[in-house]
């Protein structure tokens, strides 16, 4: 990192660096307990694996991995580049993304860093229509 005006470096962690924090680290380092057995206490087995899919999907289509970019996108280049994005995978498999889709919310969110572009429409929006409004 370049010097500054203050006495040390700063430090810092960095997806452009591929730097992990120092302070994160290293109290990563001093874990007492197993990450998998919290794991499966917190998350449904099913949301692992979805999990686990999506991880393997972005390995086989590296296309789909998501970028240092996506923090300087306005809101209105982040959804360009949602819909881009999801447009790509259904183009390449239809038969997953589309046809074989199970009822549930499409779980892009395992494709970006920080909160998407549509999450505040999902998760405030709608539900004030779900909770607020009636059939009328």
């Known amino acids: 990192m370049e010097r500054t005006h203050y006495p040390n470096a700063p430090l810092g962690g960095s997806m452009k660096r591929k730097i992990v924090n120092p302070d994160l680290a290293e109290e990563r380092e001093k874990l007492v307990f197993n990450k998998q057995e919290v794991t499966d206490v917190i998350l449904d ?16 289509h590296p296309e789909y991995k998501a970028t240092e970019k996506w923090y300087d996108m306005t809101r209105e280049e982040q959804m ?3 819909w881009e994005r999801i447009a790509l995978m259904y183009k390449n498999d239809p ?7 199970r009822s549930d919310v499409f779980s892009s969110y395992y494709l970006y860093p920080g909160v998407g572009p549509l999450f505040l429409h999902l998760s405030m929006f709608t539900q004030c229509l779900q909770k607020l409004g009636s059939d009328e």
């Open 80 to 82: 360009k580049h949602y």
């Open 45 to 60: 087995a099913s949301v692992v694996a979805r999990s686990n899919f999506f991880a393997d999907e972005i390995v086989k």
């Open 95 to 101: 038969e997953l993304y589309i046809y074989n889709q």
